[in-house]
């Protein structure tokens, strides 16, 4: 994970001449692909990147039927409630607030990350919540 002070900084990181070849560099030791998203997120995530244990969630919608476009809307909305829903401030071992963007290069895939102070807090929770 990379937190990029803009969209400037990227674009210049992007455009060297040497990342082509750094990119190649990281196939040797890759499974598969990578795919990389880049998303405005809802607040800064420098807490959650800070925490002990940093989650990452990626969730991509459904395709709706004969329309060819996602439900995109409705997968904001449903991240909008999490972010807004105070009782998972109470969360024991939450130490960030969750915070989420819309990826850049795949519309309709939400990344969200949080910060935890331990990989045990996040399993103490209620996950379908977070």
Known sequence: ????????????HLAREDFADLAKSYESVMASPYQMFHTNCTHDPSIAFESPYTMVYIIKS????????????????????????????KRKGRLSEPTWGESAESPGTVIGIVGWESVEAVS???????
């Open 124 to 130: 103490e929770t209620q996950l379908s919540t977070i």
């Open 1 to 12: 994970m990379v937190a990029w002070e803009s969209s400037n900084h990227l674009a210049a």
């Open 62 to 89: 459904k395709v709706q039927e004969g329309e060819g476009s996602t439900n995109s809307g409705q997968l904001k909305s449903m991240a909008e409630k999490l972010v807004e829903d105070r009782s998972i401030d």
